[in-house]
Every structure is written in structure tokens, then in C-alpha cells.
């Protein structure tokens, strides 16, 4: 008898082994385009937070105000999920300083090397002090011109990471980057149709 349950537990301990490998070989594993994703992503983030906080100082418009914190509220929790989904797999968490973003603090991504060039979208030293000294109409059209370029640097970055093998296969990341893809468009849109109302020209929405 005791023989028999040897046996038996010899077979569910393969059986379970077995089962784990096959789930390990089926679930995709994180690369590390994927860690630079997220990594260049909480930066880029960063900069988008500096300039929705020059806001409510610079223009009384309530739809630019709007604009702005659902831009905040947005992406202050992409951070937090980033920092998360970082932390879980013990890679490096970048500061969330907005000094260095309002400098233009440049960081790699997917596809580029390391070097000072700026990940796409990011604004200039320049262009962050031009925005931070303009106020009233001249603020509201610069600061749609410059979020619409900032996101469509977002949009750029997602589709980086989608072109480079093997990466994005993990369903987290996946998910983070179509929605990244599909909220940045539909911002794009309202962006544009703001610029409009203010009589400005905006972003080829073919783009």
C-alpha cells in the first residue's frame, strides 16, 4: 500500500511539474524593450504633468482647464502603474522630477541609443520656457500645439515598441500601450478641435 501512494504521488508531483512548465512556456515573458517602454514612458509622462501645471495660472478658459485635468488625472495613474509593474519584476524606477522634465531631460526608448537626443515628442528647454511665459489666448494655443506634439511623440513610442521583436507579447504591457494608442489619438482629436475654436491651425490628423 505504501508502495502504491509512492507511486501515486510520484505521478501528480511529474504531472504538477509538467503542468508548470507548460504554463510557464505559455505565458510571455517581459523583455527588456518592454522595461524601457515603461522606463521612457513614466518620463515622457513627467514632462505632460510639468505643462498641465502651468495651467491654472496662465489662462481662464474652463475647456483648456478641463483638458488639462483629465490629462493629469490620466496620466498620474499610468505612472503609478508603471512604477508598479517596474517594481513587480525588481527593474529600475525613474524619479518622477518634474525639473528635469520642464529641462527637457532627455531618456532612451525602444529602438533609439542612448544619447542626448530627446524621446519623441518631448518638448525643448526652449520650448518649455516659451510655454511657461506666454498667458491668455497665446498660452492656450501654444499649449494645445505643444501636447498635440507631445503625444504624438507617445504614439511614436508605442509604435517602437510594437516594431521591435519579441516585445509587447506580455498581455500587461500589451494593454498599457494599445490604450496609450487609442487615448492620445482621441486627446489629439479634442486638442485639435480646441484649436480650431481658437481660430489656430492643428496637427494633420493623418498623422
Known amino acids: 500500500m505504501t508502495r502504491l501512494f509512492n507511486k501515486i504521488a510520484a505521478v501528480l508531483a511529474l504531472a504538477m511539474s509538467s503542468a508548470a512548465i507548460a504554463s510557464a512556456q505559455s505565458t510571455p515573458a517581459y523583455t527588456a524593450a ?3 517602454f515603461m522606463q521612457g514612458m513614466i518620463g ?4 505632460a ?3 498641465t501645471g502651468l495651467i491654472t495660472e496662465r489662462t481662464t478658459r474652463q475647456d483648456i482647464r478641463l483638458l488639462g485635468q483629465r490629462i493629469e488625472v490620466s496620466q498620474k495613474d499610468e505612472i503609478k502603474m508603471m512604477q508598479q509593474w517596474l ?3 525588481q527593474q529600475q524606477i525613474p ?3 518634474t525639473h528635469h522634465a520642464e529641462a527637457g531631460h532627455s531618456m532612451s526608448m525602444p529602438g533609439m541609443a542612448m544619447s542626448d537626443t530627446l524621446m519623441p515628442g518631448m518638448l525643448t528647454a526652449a520650448q518649455l520656457a516659451e510655454l511657461a511665459s506666454a498667458k491668455g489666448n497665446a498660452f492656450d ?3 494645445l500645439k505643444d501636447m498635440i506634439q507631445h503625444h504624438e511623440g507617445a504614439l511614436v513610442m508605442v509604435a517602437s515598441l510594437l516594431g521591435t521583436t519579441g516585445s509587447a507579447q506580455e498581455p500587461e504591457v500589451f494593454r498599457f500601450a494599445a490604450e496609450v494608442d487609442t487615448d492620445q489619438r482621441a486627446e489629439i482629436a479634442r486638442m485639435n ?3 480650431d475654436k481658437l481660430g489656430a491651425p492643428g496637427a494633420d490628423p493623418s498623422r
Not at 515622457?44 to 514632462?47: I, N
Open 193 to 195: 478641435m480646441l484649436l
Open 141 to 143: 494655443k501654444l499649449f
Open 44 to 47: 515622457h509622462h513627467a514632462q
Open 95 to 97: 524619479a518622477v522630477d
Open 49 to 51: 504633468l510639468a505643462m
Open 34 to 36: 518592454d522595461v524601457r
Open 87 to 89: 517594481r513587480d519584476r
